[in-house]
Structure formats: C-alpha cells, structure tokens
C-alpha cells in the first residue's frame, strides 16, 4: 500500500515561492499519477495539478498556469509542486495525492497535507 | 464557486437515511465517473464511493453512490454521529482537462 509523507509546514512573505515535497513509499511510484490538491481555511478542495513520473510531464489546472511547477524525481519516488508569486489567498492547506489505477480518476491515497501560510 | 454543485449543509438525526446531491454538466459527471470522499475535521479526504457507485475498500456498506445524467448522489444509511464530516462529490472534466470537486456539504446528525 502507497503512502504518501509531505514536507512540514511553511511561512512565506507575499511574492515569493514555496516548494513542498510529497516522498511516496510502498508503491511503484514511476508509473502511478500523483496530484496536488489545495484547501484553503473554511473552504472546499481545489485542484491544481498532476504528473506521471514515468512520463514526465507535468498538466497544471488553467487558474495556476504559470505560477505553479510540478515535478517528481523516479530516483527518491518523491514529487515536487512549487507555487511562486505568493499572496495571502495562496495561504492553505496542500495535499499531494495519487489517482486509482483505470479511468475513474478516484484519489485513493492522500499525504498528511501541508500547511502554507502566506504573510508579510 | 465550485464546477460541481452541492449543497452546504443537510441534517438528520441518528438511524436515518440521508442523501447528499452532486450536480454537473455534459463534461464531467455526463461523461465521466463521479467519486465521493468523507473529510473528517483536520484530516485529509477519504474515498467513499469511486466509479459512481463502488464502494472503496473498507467502507462501510451503509454509503451508497449512484449517478443519472449530469447529476450524482451519496446517500447514508443508518446515520451514526461519527458521520459527521464534509463530503466531497468529484469528478474528471473533459473541458477543463482537470478533477473538479463539488462545494463540499456539511453533514450534521442531529
């Protein structure tokens, strides 16, 4: 069974980036599909994006084209978002994920959820 | 505002049934599974119900998915107070190349 260890929680000031790392262990990391998921305080969950390892290639939700980086290293089975120009609406919980195998796109695993606060 | 629809909240006393509504349109829930996650406070989401109607490994058999159309529900059979959490409807959208969630509804057992 995968399970999915995120990095610690984070503060960061307006404009700048923040990295977390998501480390999968139990699973064949290469080939599955990780997503990003963020839920800010009081509110809903919110996809960001995904990546399969084995492809490379990471497709990021329209609303954070060009502020957000996803990546996954196959050589620590660990995957990377990185979300830059930070404001105070970025401040959430981040929660990396792994879609089920076959086409439902279920998210049968969750990390623990990181924690970013974005604040000057 | 949320690609799927939910309602905020619904509530029911205790050994009842309940049914929580996910509504959509042609590209996702129309084309695409519908799956259903519990979020405990502090937690994060856990698969209910995935392909609609499946229910994920160790669930118990008082939740129920079904789906027609553009539009899903989850009901809850039973209703016992450690029911009490956010529930999630969610889907894949051909549009928007993305999973899409539903509000989230907030279950209270009275």
């Known amino acids: 069974q995968v399970q999915l260890v995120q990095s610690g929680a984070e503060v960061q000031k307006p404009g700048s980036s923040v990295k977390v790392s998501c480390r999968a262990s139990g699973g064949t990391f290469s080939s599955s599909s990780f997503i990003w998921v963020r839920q800010a305080p009081g509110q809903g969950l919110e996809y960001m994006g995904r990546?399969?390892?084995?492809?490379?290639?990471?497709n990021n939700a329209q609303k954070f084209q060009g502020r957000v980086t996803i990546t996954a290293d196959k050589s620590t089975s660990t995957a990377y978002m990185e979300l830059s120009s930070l404001r105070s609406e970025d401040s959430a919980v981040y929660y990396c994920?792994?879609?089920?195998?076959?086409?439902?796109?279920?998210?049968?695993?969750w990390g623990q959820g990181t924690k970013v606060t974005v604040s000057s | 505002q949320s690609v799927l629809t939910q309602p905020p909240s619904v509530s029911e006393v205790p050994r009842q049934r309940v049914i929580i509504a996910c509504s959509g349109s042609?590209?996702?829930?129309?084309?695409?599974?519908v799956n259903w996650y519990q979020q405990l406070p502090g937690k994060p989401p856990k698969l209910l119900v995935y392909y609609d109607d499946l229910l994920a490994s160790g669930v118990s058999d008082r939740f129920s998915g079904s789906k027609s159309g553009t539009s899903a529900s989850l009901a809850i059979s039973g209703l016992q107070s450690e029911d009490e959490a956010d529930y999630y409807c969610a889907s894949w959208d051909d549009s928007l190349n993305a999973v899409v969630f539903g509000g989230g509804t907030k279950l209270t057992v009275l």
């Open positions: 042609s590209s996702n829930i129309g084309k695409n599974a």
């Open positions: 990546i399969i390892p084995i492809l490379g290639r990471a």
């Open positions: 994920a792994k879609l089920s195998s076959g086409y439902s796109y279920a998210i049968d695993i």
